[in-house]
């Protein structure tokens, strides 16, 4: 269907004997290495959709600039104008996080799987409705083969499966997200066992849960770390956090080690 350059084949292993002095750090680990290969293969991916958005964006604005419809080019119209818009922000998204993890990489970071996984589905899918848009823009010109679009879409199909697929990817985000919350709920119930030598955690919770009753943040606000022009919309994003984390308690204090089987709700979050 698409990535024809690439050579790929089936590779058969029958009962083969590997020299002790070509073992991979220890036997028990190889989990570990292929993971870390996959989390090297999702942190490029990102990159390599940002240089595919570049040219799709590149060769809508140029038809759109060229190709008169009713009486003006595409590019005056602001429907046309809100696609190549909306196109230009899924690029800049893209690319940023690219640019995050490689330098969150470059510093040394050793833990960088989830925001691999992030990137690896926004970029993904982010590269495929440029494309989408881009043909759309091109009109019955872009269906055909000329244009050399749908080669581009036959190609990018693939990065929505391969690498993790996205589906597996976001349960996976949804469950490491999840994990701090669950240490943090199975803190507070030890606490319960032994509630006098722990009044300080309990009476923290108890605001907490009375904070977001009341409809106030609970979480540290972000608008320290944006411009001060955007402070009423971080303060916003401050208090979706809030009660995001604690929707994310009340399922996990329901369903607890359950909640790995209630993949609906893993993928709403």
């Known amino acids: ?39 090297n293969g999702r942190f490029g991916m990102a990159a390599a959709m940002t240089g595919t958005m ?14 008169e419809q009713f009486g003006g080019t595409l590019d005056s119209y602001g429907a046309v104008q809100s696609k190549i818009a909306q196109m230009a922000l899924q690029l800049y ?5 690219a640019y995050m993890i490689s330098a969150n990489m470059d510093k040394g970071a050793e833990e960088f799987q989830l925001e691999a996984a992030i990137s690896k589905i926004y970029g993904s899918e982010a590269a495929w409705n440029v494309a989408d848009e881009c043909i759309q823009i ?18 990018l199909r693939i990065f929505r499966i391969f690498e993790g697929t996205n589906d597996i990817l976001r349960l996976f985000v949804a469950l490491q997200g999840m994990m701090h919350a669950g240490k943090q709920l199975k803190g507070l119930a030890d606490a319960m066992k032994n509630p006098l030598s722990n009044l300080g955690v309990i009476f923290a919770e108890g605001i907490n849960r009375t904070k977001d009753a009341v409809g106030l943040a609970t979480a540290s606000s972000v608008a320290q770390f944006a411009h001060p022009n955007l ?33 609906r709700s893993e993928e709403r979050f």
């Open 54 to 67: 570049k040219g799709l964006i590149q060769k809508a604005s140029e038809h759109a600039s060229q190709r």
């Open 138 to 155: 091109y009109g019955g010109m872009g269906f055909m083969a000329d244009a050399g679009l749908e080669r581009i879409m036959r190609d």
């Open 231 to 263: 402070k009423e919309p971080a303060d916003q994003a401050t208090t979706v956090i809030s009660k995001f984390g604690i929707t994310v308690q009340d399922l996990l204090a329901k369903h607890k080690k359950e909640i790995i089987n209630h993949r």
């Open 93 to 97: 998204v893209t690319e940023s996080m």
């Open 1 to 39: 269907m698409g990535i024809k350059a690439s050579t790929t084949a089936a590779v058969y292993f029958d009962n083969v004997k590997v020299p002790v002095e070509n073992i991979l750090l220890e036997p028990g680990d190889g989990f570990k290495i292929a993971m870390n290969i996959l989390n």
